[in-house]
């Protein structure tokens, strides 16, 4: 079992920054795919960014140039820096991890963008 727990959601003016954190616990294969998603309307979840363990990355087209994923393998922790933040950011983020037989979620951290 792997558990993902968020952290560093909050409130920030428009223009300002956030880093958020998933930290993973638990049965962590050696292969996996972490990232960001963020709740979009109804029940989609809109890609945010992802890492590989390698270090390859893909963002969401709304959020390429302002956030940068990154992540510490020996912490098993994924990071999501987001600058220039506008208040369609506002929603809840979700930590993704992918292993090759399932997939992982968090609950989700708040981001709350204030014009």
């Known amino acids: 079992q792997v558990q993902l727990v968020e952290s560093g959601g909050g409130l920030v003016q428009a223009g300002g920054s956030l880093r958020l954190s998933c930290a993973a616990s638990g049965s962590i294969f050696r292969f996996n795919v972490m990232g960001w998603y963020r709740q979009g309307t109804g029940n989609q979840r809109e890609l945010v960014a992802t890492?590989?363990?390698?270090?390859?990355?893909t963002y969401g087209d709304s959020v390429k140039g302002r956030f940068t994923i990154s992540r510490d393998n020996a912490k098993n922790t994924v990071y999501l820096q987001m600058n220039r933040l506008k208040p369609e950011d506002t929603t809840v983020y979700l930590c993704k991890m992918v292993l090759p037989s399932t997939t992982y979620w968090g609950q989700g951290t708040q981001v709350t963008v204030s014009s």
């Open positions: 890492i590989t363990r390698g270090g390859i990355t």
